[in-house]
């Protein structure tokens, strides 16, 4: 342990860019003093953007002494893991076992591997004598091994790093002649596990390739209403493969619940709550056949897309009708893009004129924040659908219910417009992982101005005004205005927690911390996170 500090300032002298360290001592005292020496090292590390990796084999207990040593060096980022994987005890030893016993040794190491994942997981190592023999005299490793490293590849993606260590045990020869350490075998075994296409497919798709730089690290709530998305920002919504799809069929059930309304009318008669006779203001849509839908933040215009290919949808099945007979008209369709982020409002008049399928339609490009529509920038015309997804990256915070409430009350919609999505919930779930919560930490300690104000809820703030603060790292999701009725309940709730807590601690000072904390928790979730909103008409449903 006196080497250590030593042999580690080397590494950071020589621009390593990770220093593997042994595993923590089993007895205590030691086991404390080695953390004092890491968390020193540590800070030098830190400071040269130098990771150090502790050696720590795939049991409960070694993962369980990795955090308390983690814990007892405040968690630093640059302090990770390397996983050795053991060699298998004598008598299953074969590389294709699938006994029983071969896999309740995989369900357990994959639960071990699991935890290990949200702990600084940086590096799988296969000392060479665990690697098996095949019949050509090759190495390669047995099923648990195979298991344990694909899944790592998969759970961590590209990042993980495999190392292969000791002497060649398999006297092949790697073609380096002469002073070759005969390891390349090794390596040949690990890239043709990496090619197999369980990994393939997590790793070398389009879709993973972006998601790469998301994965496992804190991501800074956007706030699409009071900032301009840029360019690249929409590019990776758009790579979204579920979003898009949904939203087509919304659109279909929504086209096809106006079309039937407006059919059943035209057969009795009579208004019905699908048409515009209940409609008591004075802008009407004269033409019935034809269908408004107003995108709402429509971005580079994915939501145009979907919509335009439900209508297309929609209109074959109207043609098949008629050709058996059943005598419908065709309904035609007026898009408005509105956005009122003036980079993608050029992105949208681009794609009206250059678009093929866009070019098919009669769609106009509003540049307006959704809650100052006017009648005269929509032509005269009321929505029958309003399409939307201003959900923001933190419960609601793009302020969507605040921003929809407005324009689907406005004289632009009718009291029948529908509303895709009709609902939507946001949810949050506790993960663990102390790469997050190290890093959070770190975000934490920057100085942070709260913002805690502006008018957007009440509907009436402009996008400048609506956020009125800058805020750092995960407090940035705090930025949803509240009214001052609400804050006044902040600062009167925060001051009875106060109190409350200042009696419990007094009480039993033991147990208030704990206290404090779960019920501030409860109180964050309650009001900033848990938001369930519902919009107007329940017949289009996301
Ligand atoms: C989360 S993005 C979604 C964009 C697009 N629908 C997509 O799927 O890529 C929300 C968009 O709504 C716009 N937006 C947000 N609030 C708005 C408002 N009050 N008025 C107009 N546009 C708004 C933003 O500028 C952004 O382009």
Not at 21 to 41: C, D, H, N, T
Not at 295 to 321: D, W, Y
């Amino acid at each position: 342990m006196e080497r250590l500090p030593k042999q580690v300032q080397w590494g950071l002298h020589v621009g390593l860019p990770a220093i593997i360290l042994p595993a923590p001592p089993a007895q205590e005292a030691q086991f404390m003093e080695y953390a004092r020496v890491i968390q020193s090292l540590c800070m030098e590390a830190a400071q040269a953007s130098v990771q150090l990796w502790i050696k720590v084999a795939l049991t409960d207990v070694a993962l369980h002494q990795f955090d308390i040593l983690s814990r007892l060096c405040d968690a630093p980022a640059c302090l990770g893991m390397i996983l050795f994987a053991e060699p298998l005890a004598p008598g299953s030893t074969s590389a294709s076992s699938s006994s029983v016993s071969t896999g309740t040794m995989v369900a357990a190491q994959m639960t071990a591997l699991h935890k290990a994942i949200g702990m600084q997981l940086k590096a799988l190592c296969f000392p060479t004598k665990v690697f098996l023999t095949n019949k050509r005299g090759y190495p390669t490793l047995a099923k648990i091994n195979q298991v344990l490293l694909t899944e790592a590849l998969r759970r961590i993606g590209r990042t993980l790093r495999i190392v292969v260590e000791g002497p060649s045990v398999h006297e092949i020869s790697d073609g380096a002649g002469t002073g070759g350490t005969f390891c390349l075998p090794y390596v040949q075994y690990i890239h043709h596990v990496r090619e197999r296409p369980e990994c393939t497919q997590a790793l070398d798709t389009e879709l993973a390739k972006a998601e790469l730089h998301y994965l496992d690290s804190l991501q800074r709530p956007l706030q699409p209403l009071a900032d301009h998305l840029e360019n690249q920002m929409y590019e990776t919504f758009e790579k979204d493969p579920i979003k898009y799809v949904q939203y087509r069929s919304a659109m279909l059930r929504a086209f096809d619940t106006i079309i039937l309304a407006r059919a059943n009318k035209n057969g009795q008669g009579q208004g019905n709550m699908m048409t515009d006779d209940d409609d008591s203001s004075h802008v009407t849509n004269t033409n019935q056949n034809n269908i408004v839908v107003f995108v709402a933040g429509a971005g580079r215009g994915p939501l145009v897309t979907a919509t335009l290919e439900a209508f297309e949808f929609v209109v074959k099945q109207q043609q098949q009708q008629q050709q058996v007979g059943a005598g419908t008209t065709l309904p035609t369709l007026t898009v408005f893009a509105l956005e009122k982020n003036p980079s993608a409002v050029i992105y949208l008049n681009a794609m009206v004129q250059g678009d093929p399928q866009w070019k098919k339609y009669k769609i106009k490009v509003v540049h307006q924040d959704i809650r100052l529509v006017t009648p005269h920038l929509v032509d005269g015309l009321k929505a029958d659908i309003v399409i939307s997804e201003l959900l923001g990256s933190f419960g609601c915070n793009e302020l969507s219910p605040e921003c929809l409430e407005v324009l689907l009350a406005s004289e632009v919609c009718k009291p029948i417009t529908l509303s895709v999505p009709m609902r939507y919930i946001s949810h949050i779930a506790p993960v663990s992982s102390v790469r997050l919560y190290s890093e959070a930490k770190h975000q934490a300690q920057l100085p942070a101005i709260i913002a805690i104000g502006g008018g957007g809820a009440n509907g009436n703030s402009t996008c400048t005004n609506a956020i009125s603060g800058q805020s750092v790292g995960p407090l940035a999701a705090m930025e949803t205005p509240v009214s001052h009725v609400q804050r006044r309940w902040l600062i009167l709730g925060t001051y009875f927690m106060f109190v409350l807590t200042l009696f419990f601690f007094i009480m039993r000072w033991q147990h208030c911390i704990m206290f404090s904390q779960t019920t501030l928790n409860v109180h964050y979730a309650a009001t900033t996170i848990t938001s369930t909103c519902k919009f107007k008409n329940t017949n289009s449903t996301l």
